[in-house]
């Protein structure tokens, strides 16, 4: 083989290298999760492992997609394989964006994920889906769905998660209206209040004096002995921070959108 030859021979092999490692570095690193092109958006459903029969899987999509169309709310449940170095909420969420799921522009939504390699799953919620679903509906959810997936009922578990979004979320709209309706009187009340307390302040010539000096005639009293007593004492406590291994809470999406979820085992 002349130096021609060989020279041409190690561009092919390097060309070929490279086709095979490139796509699964990119696969390992996580960073692309999308699997449609913009504007469009996979199933409600995605079953990677087979964990349901057709029949089941049908059922779930189609309350799926009722749920998401009666709220306005994206409801969604995927199945994986593994993770890769992100937690399982935050892979949930990245999926969530990079798939097309999201009403308006905030992208309100929710997603159980379940990533079957380790039994890892990510319950997150992004837009109107950080306050509907806080740390309190996000454990309203888990109890009904987490029982059934560690019995490995896995449609039970899905279509549990599904009837309590649909249950949840009419039960936090009702509750902010009443707390928006508390807001709105309260604040007719102190606005009241005020123009009140002005109104009778202006009709008052003569005013009482909260101190005893102007009751005082200067040089008619001297104070000869003083004393300190020491009545009580105030103690603060600041209880210490307990550890969250299913860590819980509010975080970013790889996009640096504002999310709430939390990630377990089951």
């Not at 399982?88 to 009403?103: K, S, T, W």
């Not at 007719?188 to 009751?215: F, H, P």
């Amino acid at each position: 083989m002349n130096t021609k030859h060989r020279f041409f021979y190690i561009i092919a092999l390097v060309a070929l290298l490279m086709a095979f490692v490139l796509p699964c570095t990119a696969q390992a690193s996580g960073v692309d999760l999308a699997r449609v092109k913009t504007g469009e958006r996979l199933p409600r459903f995605i079953d990677n492992k087979s964990l349901l029969t057709p029949t089941q899987a049908s059922e779930l999509t189609a309350k799926l997609d009722e749920i998401s169309a009666r709220h306005k709310f994206d409801t969604v449940v995927a199945v994986v394989d593994t993770l890769d170095a992100r937690t399982a909420r935050l892979y949930a969420i990245d999926f969530f964006e990079q798939n097309g799921f999201g009403f308006g522009k905030d992208l309100d939504g929710i997603i159980l994920l379940l990533a079957m390699e380790d039994r890892d799953f990510g319950l997150a919620a992004t837009g109107y889906g950080t306050f509907a679903f806080s740390d309190t509906g996000q454990e309203y959810l888990e109890k009904l769905f987490l029982p059934h997936l560690k019995g490995n009922k896995y449609f039970e578990a899905f279509m549990a998660y599904a009837d309590g979004v649909d249950e949840f979320l009419p039960k936090v709209k009702a509750r902010y209206r009443v707390w928006s309706a508390v807001v709105s009187l309260i604040i007719a009340l102190i606005i009241t209040l005020i123009v009140t307390l002005s109104w009778k302040y202006q009709l008052k010539s003569v005013r009482k004096e909260n101190l005893a000096g102007a009751y005082i005639i200067q040089g008619s009293m001297a104070v000869t002995r003083s004393r300190d007593i020491f009545l009580h004492r105030s103690v603060s406590k600041t209880a210490r921070p307990k550890n969250d291994s299913s860590g819980s809470g509010g975080f970013k999406s790889s996009s640096g959108r504002s999310s709430s979820g939390r990630s377990g085992k089951f």
